[in-house]
């Protein structure tokens, strides 16, 4: 018989258990809960745990497809859409392969500040129970104190390009150890303007590593850009022919400009969002939209490029605990969410690269959820929605509100105002030949002006 014992001292069940004559056996060892399919995917015990802890219990496609070459050492171009879970694919490799006694050996670079963040949580996660050491790197932050995090034996940075540049000009960051380099979201990373600042970061590495590309589109330049840098890369491409995933409905609203934000606060009274994100074009715009919401009643806040880092992270804090159902944003935020609860995506400005629109509704409908996005269209942007439709290569459905009456054009709405009698300024009976003539009475009365006006006198 063996039973488990009551223990004063931590008053709960203790795990050692006694037979029949009072000898202690051993710890009772605990049910193996693990997720089998990661676990067939090469994932060891430890982060099997954390990823139970997580919730993570099937593997999305790209992770199945991409977890066992990496952890072979391959070099891998990986291509999934938005919202399929390349973040986790490429960090369960890293953290498994780091030797928590060496120093750095792991360098992510990604496109924007609010997307670095959010991948070194997910590494922390994923690692949490081993001792590895992770540290954010970009600006907006003090040099000083991002060198005194990675003085700490730092085995995993996750940075922009800018900083990490920076940190190897001032000898911080020295890749003796590396093992892997990874590039997330290059498409996005060559679109702002880092193709130079990459190309000098992956040159800079001179020990034998291995290298992984993942985004969520590959054209010939990244491409390009791998086979320079790779060797023998192989290429897994999971989109099916679909860059936008089925469980988001997309809809668009015919609307003027002057009309936009009415139907927008119709749209959120009436859909009652959890979390959304309106994206607009401009920074302007995302302040104008945000301090508009805030003024009727609606907890809205703005991000944007122009908010300090403190700020911006603050705010996404806030937006990632549920505690700002509204967020304005412009496409800085496009690529640096993720967040799985967000159920609407609003595009009170439609962009004019139809690649954009993919990556704004991609932060909803996160690994398998459903979401909702929906774009404004004025009657001159057809052409836009038209080049999104092919590229996502599905039609997108017209919604109409029935509590949205559309308004007159400004022009027509206000009453025709009589015309005014214009009077010349430089009507004049000299110049004219009438010696008759007189100003009429709505005339404005003209002055010399104080140009012409006499000094008055100092007493």
């Known amino acids: ?48 745990k ?19 070459p990496a ?21 369960i490799p890293a953290c498994q392969m780091v030797d928590p006694a060496g120093h750095l050996q792991v360098l992510c670079l990604s496109p924007t500040r609010e997307l670095a ?5 997910e590494m922390r996660r994923i690692a949490e129970g ?6 954010p790197v970009y600006g907006g932050q003090r040099v000083a104190t991002q060198i005194h995090l990675l003085g700490k034996k730092t085995q995993i940075v996750v940075g ?57 589109t590959l054209d010939d330049e990244i491409k390009r850009l791998a086979f320079r840098h790779m060797k023998d890369p192989v290429e897994i491409n999971v989109s099916r022919d679909e860059i936008t995933v089925e469980e988001i409905d997309q809809f668009y609203c015919s609307v003027e400009r002057y009309d936009k934000y009415r139907l927008l606060k119709i749209i959120l009274e009436e859909e009652d969002p ?4 309106v994206f607009c074009n401009t920074k302007a715009q995302a302040r104008k939209i945000a301090k508009k919401l805030h003024a009727d009643g609606l907890d809205a806040k703005e991000i944007h490029g122009d908010l300090v880092q403190q700020r911006r992270e603050k705010v996404m804090e806030r937006f990632r605990r549920h505690q700002i159902k509204l967020l304005v944003a412009t496409d800085l935020a496009a690529r640096g969410i993720d967040i799985s609860a967000i159920s609407h995506i609003i595009n009170y400005d439609i962009p004019e690269d139809p690649q954009v629109y993919v990556h704004r509704i991609g932060r909803t409908a996160r690994m398998g959820a459903r979401g909702r996005a929906i774009t ?50 430089y009507h004049a009976p000299v110049a004219t030949g009438d010696l008759d003539w007189t100003p009429p009475a709505n005339a404005p009365r003209k002055t010399l002006g104080s140009k012409f006006r006499p000094r008055r006198k100092r007493r």
């Open 117 to 121: 963040v959010q991948v070194v949580a």
């Open 160 to 216: 922009t390009p800018g900083r990490v540049m920076d940190l190897i000009g001032r000898g911080v960051l020295k890749f003796k150890e590396l093992k892997l380099c990874v590039l997330d979201e290059v498409d996005r990373m060559l679109d702002i303007g880092f193709r130079d600042d990459i190309r000098k970061i992956l040159s800079q590495i001179k020990v034998d590593h291995q290298t992984i590309f993942v985004s969520a």
């Open 376 to 425: 404004f269209v004025t009657r001159e942007e057809g052409k836009q929605i038209t080049e999104v439709e092919m590229l996502i290569n599905k039609i997108v459905e017209e919604r109409k509100y029935d509590s949205f009456v559309p308004r007159p054009p400004k022009e027509e709405a206000k009453p025709a105002e009589p015309e005014k009698e214009s009077v010349s300024r």
């Open 71 to 91: 952890l072979e050492g391959k070099d891998l171009l990986g291509q999934a859409r938005t919202g399929t879970g390349k973040t986790g694919a490429f960090s």
């Open 1 to 48: 018989m063996i039973r488990p014992v009551y223990t004063r001292r931590t008053a709960r069940y203790s795990p050692v258990v006694k037979d029949v004559t009072g000898y202690q056996i051993r710890n009772m060892p605990k049910p193996d809960k693990t997720p089998s399919p990661f676990a067939s995917l090469g994932v060891e015990p430890p982060l099997l």
């Open 50 to 68: 954390a990823l139970r802890k997580m919730g993570w219990n099937e593997p999305s496609d790209i992770q199945k497809a991409l977890i066992p």
């Open 130 to 135: 081993t001792n590895l050491h992770i540290v």
């Open 274 to 277: 959890k979390l959304a994100i």
